[in-house]
C-alpha cells in the first residue's frame, strides 16, 4: 500500500520515482560514503531539480508562492523520495518551509523563496523528541532572545543548511528557524550511520533571537509534524525493503526451486507485508490529522489536536520497530548477497536505524497512547460524507420510524437498511459512502442491527448465484429473523484445504443424497437451513468436481452432535449426513462449479470479521482496568503494564486506520482484497494479544475464572477458524505479493 489515494497522488509520486531513477539519487548516497571514490552530484544540486517536482512548496499556501496542498499531498511525495532514498534533508526542508509559510511571523518570507526553490535546506534538531533538554533562552534585552545549549546530533545538518530547532523559554518549548551561518551556533562534523545525510553534533552559544522570529506554531504542533515527514518516508522504506525481498525471492533458486516457493520464506514475506501495510497506515492517518487540526477553527482545534497527539505517537512507535524490523528482514531473504556493502539494503536498513534513534524508543510512545487513553482521547476517524449528505433529514426521518417500531428487525430489512449494501431489491445497492451515513443515523437513534451470523455471508451468494424461487424463498424470511442458516463446509480432513472435502453427493431421481461428516459448524442444533458443499464428481481436480447444496436441516439423515470446546461451551457441531435427500431446486448455481461459489461466500466471511472501533476485545481490557468488572478495583498499572496497554491500543488504532482505508478504496473503486486478507492476519494477533493480557493483570486472582479468562480461551480459535493464520500467510505471499507456489 502507497499513500496515495488519488490518480494525481500517483502521478506525482511517479514522476519523483522516474527523476530519481533519471539522476541516480542512490549514486549521490554512495558518494557519501566514507572512503568513497564515487563521484556524483552533491544533494545540494539534486534539490533545485526535486523543488521543481513541486516537494518543498506542496503545503505552502498558494499566496506564499505554494501549492496550497494539503499536507496528505506532501506526504505521498515524501514517502516516494523515502522509497528512493532521495539525499539530504529532504524532509525538514519541506517542513521547514511549510512552518515558516504557517508561522506569521514577520520574517516568514526571508527563508521561504530560498526553501521552496531548494536553494537552502533545512535540518531539524530532533532530540528532544527522545526526551532530550532544548537550549535555554533567555530575554537579553526588549524583544530579543539569547539562546545557548545542546542540541545534540543533529542530520542533515552543515553550517551551509537552515536549522529549526527547539528552544527553551519559561519552561515551555518554542521552536525557531535559524539561517545559514548564524552566528553562535556551533557545530562538529560526525561521521553518520546513515550515509544519505550529514551528521553533526551542534550546540547554541548565545544565539540571539529576535523574539518575533520564533514560530508562531505550537511545540506539540511541530513535534507532531516532525513525526508526520519521517513516517511518510519511513512508509517508502518499509515498502521498498518488502518489494526487493520479494522480487529477489521469486528468482533466487536453492534447492532447484525459487526459494520464494519456500514456506520459511513467504511467512517472512507475508509478515513484512502486514508490517509495510500499518507503517503505511500510521504515517497516512498522522498526516490526515494534521490536515484535520490545519482546518480545526475555535474550540474544535482543542479537539483536534489531541488527534494529532495520539496519532503522532502511534505513528512514531511503528517507525521506530516496524520499519527498522523490515530492513533486517530483508537483509535475511537477500542472504549473503545482503550482506555485502555493494547491495542498497544496508543503506536503507541505516536509514531506518537513524529514524529508530530520532524518535527514542517504542515503549515511550506506547506509554504517551496509554496515558492519552487514560484521558480520554481516542482517534476517531470520519470520511466525507458530502456527497451524500443531502440525504442525512430523509435518512433520518425512516430511521426514526425504525427506532418507533415494535418489530425493529422487520422495519430494517423492509425499509432496506438492514443490508443497505445488498441489490434491490432486498438492500439499496448503497454506495460505500451512503452506507456510512445510514451507519451515523442508525447509531445516532440507538437501532442495532441484528447479526444475520451465517446468513451474512450465506445469502448474497444465493442473491448473486440462485434462482429467482430460491430468492423469493430464502432472502426475505432470513432478513426478517424467520429462518436462521448455518454452514456445513469443514470437515475432519478439509480444513483449512477446504477443497479436499470428502463428503458425496449421488445423483437420484428429483435430487441429490449426501453421505459425509461435517465438524466445526456453528449453530448446526439450531439452524433451519444450511449451505452446503458436497463432491459430485471424484474424477477432476479437486476444485472442480464440488456443487453447492441448500439442505434442510429438519431433513430426515442428519444428525447432529455438540461439540465442547475449552471454554467448557459447546458453541460448535459435528453433523452426519446419511443418504440426506436434497432436492434439485436446492442446488446454487451450476453442478460442479461450487468451488467458485465458496469463494464468494469465504470473501464475504473475511470482510464480516473485520472489526470496527477499538474492538470488543479491547472494549473488555479498557473496562477491566477501569473497574467496570463485578468485583473488582480500578487498576493501578505498572510502567511496563502501561507500555503493554499503549501498544494494544496503537495496534487497535491502526486497524481501525486500514478499516478506514479499505473504505475509501471501495470509495474509490479498489479491490479491498489485500488490505481485508492483511487486516485479518494483524487482527486476530491483536484479538488474541488482547484478553491474554487482560488475564496477566488479574495477577494471582487469574486463579479464577473471569471474562479475562473465558476471552483468552475463547479466542484461540481465531487463529484457525476461517483458514489459520499460517495458511493466510501462505496465500497472502502468493496472492498479495506474487511469490511462487
Known amino acids: 500500500m502507497t499513500l496515495a489515494t488519488t490518480p494525481e497522488h500517483t502521478a506525482v509520486a511517479d514522476a519523483i520515482g522516474q527523476w530519481s531513477k533519471k539522476v541516480s539519487v542512490i549514486t549521490t548516497v554512495r558518494a557519501g560514503e566514507p572512503g568513497s571514490d564515487v563521484t556524483a552530484e552533491p544533494w545540494p544540486a539534486l534539490f533545485r531539480e526535486l523543488a521543481e517536482l513541486g516537494v518543498f512548496a506542496a503545503a505552502v499556501p498558494e499566496q506564499k508562492g505554494g501549492m496550497d496542498a494539503l499536507f496528505v499531498d506532501l506526504a505521498v511525495m515524501l514517502e516516494q523520495t523515502g522509497h528512493d532514498l532521495v539525499p539530504g534533508p529532504v524532509a525538514g526542508t519541506a517542513l521547514s518551509a511549510l512552518l515558516t509559510s504557517v508561522s506569521g511571523a514577520p520574517n516568514e518570507n526571508a527563508l521561504l523563496a530560498q526553501l521552496i526553490a531548494g536553494e537552502v535546506g533545512a535540518a531539524v534538531a530532533t532530540s528532544v523528541l527522545a526526551g532530550a533538554a532544548a537550549p ?3 530575554e537579553a534585552e526588549r524583544g530579543v532572545l539569547s539562546a545557548s545549549g545542546e542540541l545534540g546530533l543533529v542530520a542533515g545538518y ?23 551561518g548564524t552566528a553562535g551556533i556551533e557545530s562538529e562534523p560526525v561521521e553518520a550511520l546513515d550515509f544519505s545525510m550529514e551528521l553533526s553534533r551542534v550546540r547554541l552559544d548565545n544565539v540571539v533571537i529576535p523574539a518575533h522570529d520564533v514560530l508562531h506554531v505550537s511545540d506539540a504542533f511541530v513535534r507532531a509534524a516532525i513525526i508526520a515527514v519521517i513516517a511518510a518516508q519511513a512508509a517508502g522504506v518499509a515498502r521498498w525493503t518488502l518489494d526487493t525481498a520479494v522480487e529477489y525471492a521469486k528468482v533466487r533458486e536453492q534447492f532447484g526451486a525459487p526459494i520464494g516457493s519456500f514456506q520459511a520464506v513467504k511467512h517472512i514475506c507475508a509478515e513484512m507485508l502486514c508490517r509495510s501495510e500499518q507503517v503505511g497506515a500510521a504515517a497516512w492517518d498522522l498526516a490526515s490529522a494534521v490536515d484535520e487540526l490545519t482546518e480545526a477553527d475555535g474550540p474544535a ?9 495520539i496519532s503522532a505517537a502511534v505513528a512514531a512507535a511503528a517507525v521506530s520497530d516496524m520499519v527498522v524490523a523490515n530492513a533486517k528482514d530483508c537483509i535475511q531473504i537477500l542472504g549473503g548477497i545482503g550482506f555485502t556493502f555493494e547491495h542498497d539494503a544496508h543503506l536503507y536498513l541505516r536509514r531506518a536505524l537513524a529514524w529508530q534513534a530520532q524518535l527514542g524508543s517504542s515503549e515511550r510512545w506506547h506509554a504517551a497512547v496509554a496515558e492519552l487513553n487514560r484521558r480520554g482521547v481516542r482517534r476517531s476517524l470520519r470520511i466525507d460524507l458530502s456527497g451524500v449528505e ?3 433529514l430523509q435518512v433520518r426521518a425512516q430511521v426514526e420510524a425504525i427506532a418507533a417500531a415494535d418489530d425493529q428487525r422487520r422495519a430494517l430489512a423492509d425499509a432496506l437498511y438492514l443490508t443497505p449494501h445488498w441489490p434491490a431489491p432486498f438492500g439499496l445497492g448503497a454506495d460505500t459512502t451512503e452506507q456510512v451515513l445510514i451507519d451515523e443515523e442508525l447509531d445516532r437513534a440507538g437501532v442495532r442491527r441484528p447479526d444475520l451470523v451465517i446468513a451474512g455471508w450465506a445469502i448474497p451468494t444465493i442473491i448473486e448465484h440462485g434462482t429467482e424461487a430460491q430468492r423469493e424463498r430464502f432472502v426475505r424470511q432470513t432478513l426478517h429473523g424467520e429462518i436462521m442458516w448455518c454452514q456445513l463446509f469443514s470437515e475432519p480432513g478439509a ?15 428429483g435430487g441429490w443424497t449426501l453421505q459425509g461428516q461435517k465438524v466445526w459448524t456453528s449453530h448446526a442444533h439450531d439452524a433451519d437451513w444450511a449451505i452446503c458443499l458436497a463432491r459430485t464428481d471424484s474424477e477432476v481436480p479437486k476444485h472442480k468436481g464440488i456443487t453447492y447444496f441448500l439442505v ?10 455438540p461439540l465442547r470446546e475449552i471454554t467448557g461451551r459447546a458453541m460448535f457441531n459435528e453433523v452426519f449426513l446419511d443418504d440426506v435427500f436434497v432436492p434439485d431446486d436446492c442446488v446454487v448455481g451450476e453442478i460442479n462449479n461450487g468451488w467458485r461459489l465458496a469463494r464468494t461466500t469465504l470473501a464475504n466471511e473475511r470482510v464480516a470479521m473485520g472489526g470496527s472501533a477499538l474492538g470488543k476485545e479491547m472494549e473488555a481490557l479498557l473496562a477491566q482496568i477501569d473497574g467496570g468488572e463485578k468485583g473488582t478495583q480500578r487498576e493501578e498499572l505498572t510502567g511496563t503494564q502501561r507500555e503493554k496497554l499503549g501498544e494494544l ?41 488482547v484478553p491474554e493480557f487482560a488475564q496477566q493483570l488479574h495477577g494471582v486472582d487469574g486463579l479464577a475464572q473471569s471474562t479475562a479468562s473465558q476471552d483468552f480461551l475463547l479466542n484461540r480459535c481465531l487463529s484457525i477458524a476461517g483458514g489459520t493464520t499460517q495458511i493466510l500467510a501462505t496465500a497472502a505471499a502468493e496472492r498479495l505479493l506474487g511469490l511462487p507456489r
Open 158 to 180: 552543515s553550517p551551509d543548511v537552515a536549522l529549526l530547532a527547539p528552544i527553551d523559554i519559561a519552561g515551555g518549548h518554542r521552536w525557531v528557524l535559524l539561517e545559514p
Open 495 to 509: 480444513g483449512s484445504d477446504l477443497a479436499a472435502l470428502r463428503t458425496k453427493a449421488t445423483k437420484v431421481d
Open 649 to 689: 491500543i496503537a495496534q487497535a488504532q491502526l486497524g481501525q486506520v486500514l478499516d478506514l482505508r479499505s473504505v475509501l478504496g471501495s470509495i474509490n473503486g479498489t479491490d479491498p482484497g489485500a488490505a481485508s486478507s492483511v487486516r485479518k492476519l494483524i487482527g486476530v494477533r491483536h484479538r488474541q494479544a
Open 301 to 309: 482545534r482543542t479537539g483536534a489536536a489531541d488527534q494529532v497527539e
Open 136 to 138: 535555554g533562552a533567555v
Open 390 to 392: 443531502s440525504r442525512r
Open 552 to 561: 434442510d436441516m429438519t431433513s430426515s439423515g442428519i444428525e447432529t452432535r
